[in-house]
């Protein structure tokens, strides 16, 4: 009668096998009890999807409003304004194209330290849309922007501050 659990067309899905699904939604399942990760995300078996290419979601965004994305969304831990303070986090005027984890005086994690070069906005991209998954083991604690809009017009804003602003992707 109950040949099959509950959630079984969610299962089958992802690895489109026959009889080979079943070995693999059974050790799934096991693993869920196992580990009591069962409250959270039903889904998280999904291969993440890639981000749309930097320079046509750049070629749409608006510092406007990605400044006051920022206000709301980063102002707690971080100062944008020339020279200004470390928070939480590093002051972040001229941040575009500035090499990682280099403003003078802030204690950044080994994680973002053993992550050189310059911030791109490729990089800034995909840090933005999640932190722990650009530098597993960061200090930011900030869960990511995932709409791609969103983050466009952040990284837009940011190009902003600075003398000379770096030329925007094509
Ligand atoms: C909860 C506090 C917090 C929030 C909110 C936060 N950050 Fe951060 N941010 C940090 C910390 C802490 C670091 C240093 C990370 C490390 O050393 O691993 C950091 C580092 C950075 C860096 C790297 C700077 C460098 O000098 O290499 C960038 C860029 C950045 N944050 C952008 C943002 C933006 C944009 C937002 C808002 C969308 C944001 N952060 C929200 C705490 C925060």
């Not at 699904?21 to 078996?45: E, I, K, L, Y």
């Amino acid at each position: 009668m109950s040949r099959r659990p509950f959630g079984s067309t969610l299962t089958s899905g992802g690895t489109g096998g026959g009889g080979i699904c079943n070995v693999s939604s059974a050790a799934a399942a096991q693993s869920g009890n196992g580990t009591g990760f069962s409250g959270g995300v039903p889904n998280d078996s999904a291969p993440p999807k890639p981000l749309p290419p930097i320079g046509p979601m750049m070629a749409k965004a608006d510092p406007a409003a990605g400044e006051a994305d920022v206000k709301k969304l980063c102002s707690v831990c971080h100062n944008f304004t020339e020279g200004g303070a470390a928070k939480i986090g590093p002051d972040l005027y001229g941040v575009v194209g500035r090499d990682r984890a280099s403003a003078a005086g802030f204690d950044y994690s080994s994680a973002l330290k053993s992550h050189p070069g310059k911030w791109t906005y490729e990089d800034l991209n995909n840090w933005l849309h999640s932190p722990k998954e650009f530098a597993p083991g960061t200090k930011m604690t900030f869960v990511g922007i995932d709409d791609d809009k969103e983050r466009a017009d952040v990284i837009d804003y940011l190009h902003t501050l600075a003398a000379t602003p770096e030329p925007l992707p094509k």
